[in-house]
């Protein structure tokens, strides 16, 4: 590939932990594994990934080290460089100490898996204890459930529809969600990443 860039653009927003682009049209060629100064990603689900564009700029503002390279290079009038893989930051940014209670986080911590059937995909929320019996909106009293046994719960108890949780709901820790997102590699890995992701550590109960 060759390509030409303008080096002297601004780099990425400041907030790393935020930074990394989400959208797909960036990172379908090249996307570069964005690492913390202690050398694990920033996140795992979604994977903390830049467009190599924004790693080379980065880069050449001195706000990450690259410690991996494709073999693929980019052009500026005067440089070529090869297109990082693996960037770490120079600042370490401090991880989220507690997890946000979001839709996404809650589907996370359940695995993206029906917490009375089992099943995957057509996901929504239930309140195990219904709001209509006092039940309140917690990590404690909602869980991933499939359209079908939600609609069979309405606003039942679980003893009156026969259902069981496959677990009890907890708040989770924000490295237990971590630790749940190994679980769930992107599409693409590039074999440069492997070193960094620990797939094969163990995971927390």
């Known amino acids: 590939m060759s390509a030409l860039i303008d080096i002297s653009e601004t780099a990425p927003g400041g907030n790393f932990r935020t930074a ?5 049209a960036g990172l379908k060629q090249f996307p570069a594994l964005v690492l913390n ?12 990934l830049w467009s190599w564009q924004d790693a080379v700029k980065a880069a050449f503002l001195d706000r990450v080290d690259i410690v991996a390279e ?7 009038p005067t440089t070529v460089i090869r297109i990082p893989s693996v960037v770490v930051l120079r600042d370490y940014v401090a991880p989220r100490k507690s997890a946000a209670f979001t839709r996404f986080n809650l589907f996370l911590r359940d695995e993206f898996t029906c917490q009375y059937c089992g099943a995957k995909g057509d996901l929504t929320f239930d ?4 709001r209509a019996r006092g039940g309140v909106t917690s990590w ?10 939600n609609l069979r719960k309405g606003s039942k108890s679980l003893k009156q ?9 907890r708040r989770p820790s924000a490295p237990q969600l971590m630790n749940l997102g190994r679980k769930f590699p992107p599409n693409h890995l590039h ?4 070193d960094f ?3 094969d550590a163990e995971l927390e109960a």
């Open 161 to 169: 529809v026969g259902f069981t949780l496959r677990k009890a709901p």
């Open 70 to 76: 494709y073999d693929d290079v980019v052009r500026s």
């Open 20 to 24: 990394f682009t989400r959208a797909p």
């Open 127 to 130: 309140h195990v204890v219904p």
């Open 191 to 194: 074999d440069s990443w492997m």
């Open 197 to 199: 992701l620990y797939w």
């Open 140 to 149: 404690e009293n909602v869980v991933a459930a499939c359209g079908r046994c």
């Open 37 to 48: 100064a202690d050398y694990r990603p920033l996140s795992y689900y979604p994977l903390s």
